[in-house]
């Protein structure tokens, strides 16, 4: 079965770095995606990784390991509008993608 | 309209009822999806459509239907609502999907069936 695992809850201080894991067994990769929902709000795009790596945009980086099947996340400068829900997602050999059930990230100051 | 837009936002509905849950985008996505998110379970595919004209099962398709009679409009019919199908739905486009471009999403409806 196609399987992503992701810690269900994490808390982190305001200006901090926080590392958000994904591990993944899918039917076929074509690429690994994160999303950001914040409460009451649809998913919006963070990040894509097709290979292997590190991928920096900003205070966000997202890693991929596609032999380990991981990913994470990186958040620097932790500000309080990232309290949010963070999803991994897969992308399988049909080119649909398969989701986490997300990470709720706490930010306290 | 910039981007996807859903409709109703929210809705109490009747079980048994019938309804549909609108979504139209103006990118000219050929892709588009209907997604339901539930606590705990994270987002589950009912129903996608990649082009225009052709429609397919998602992981939890039973009790909905979709049409996708042009490239903008991707509605989600439920044909007689079920307390279980309670839950926040998102509507989903994407242009290349396997080119790597993310989906954008709609808004969401919230639907409780009582």
């Known amino acids: 079965g196609q399987n992503i695992d992701q810690p269900t809850e994490m808390t982190a201080t305001e200006g901090a770095i926080v590392q958000i894991n994904c591990t993944y067994q899918?039917?076929?990769?074509?690429?690994l995606f994160w999303y950001q929902q914040h409460a009451g709000e649809a998913p919006t795009f963070l990040s894509y990784?097709?290979l292997d790596g590190l991928e920096e945009k900003g205070r966000f980086s997202s890693f991929l390991s596609r032999s380990k099947g991981y990913s994470y996340l990186l958040l620097k400068e932790l500000q309080m509008k990232d309290s949010a829900s963070y999803l991994c997602?897969?992308?399988?050999?049909?080119?649909?993608?398969?989701w986490g059930a997300g990470t709720k990230l706490i930010i306290k100051p | 309209i910039a981007g996807i837009t859903q409709a109703p936002t929210s809705q109490i509905l009747a079980a048994g009822r019938r309804m549909t849950l609108r979504c139209t985008q103006d990118?000219?996505?050929?892709?588009m999806y209907w997604y339901r998110q539930d606590l705990g379970l994270g987002l589950r595919l009912i129903h996608y459509?990649?082009?225009?004209?052709?429609?397919g099962k998602g992981e939890v398709p039973d009790g909905y239907s979709v049409s996708r009679a042009n490239t903008d409009d991707f509605p989600l019919t439920l044909a007689s609502a079920v307390p279980s199908q309670t839950s926040v739905y998102f509507c989903?486009?994407?242009?290349?999907?396997?080119?790597?471009?993310?989906?954008?999403f709609g808004s969401g409806t919230r639907l409780t069936v009582v």
């Open positions: 989903a486009s994407s242009d290349s999907p396997e080119r790597g471009y993310g989906y954008t």
């Open positions: 990118m000219r996505h050929n892709a």
């Open positions: 459509s990649n082009t225009a004209g052709t429609t």
């Open positions: 899918t039917s076929g990769f074509n690429g």
């Open positions: 990784n097709v």
């Open positions: 997602a897969v992308m399988d050999s049909n080119y649909q993608l398969i």
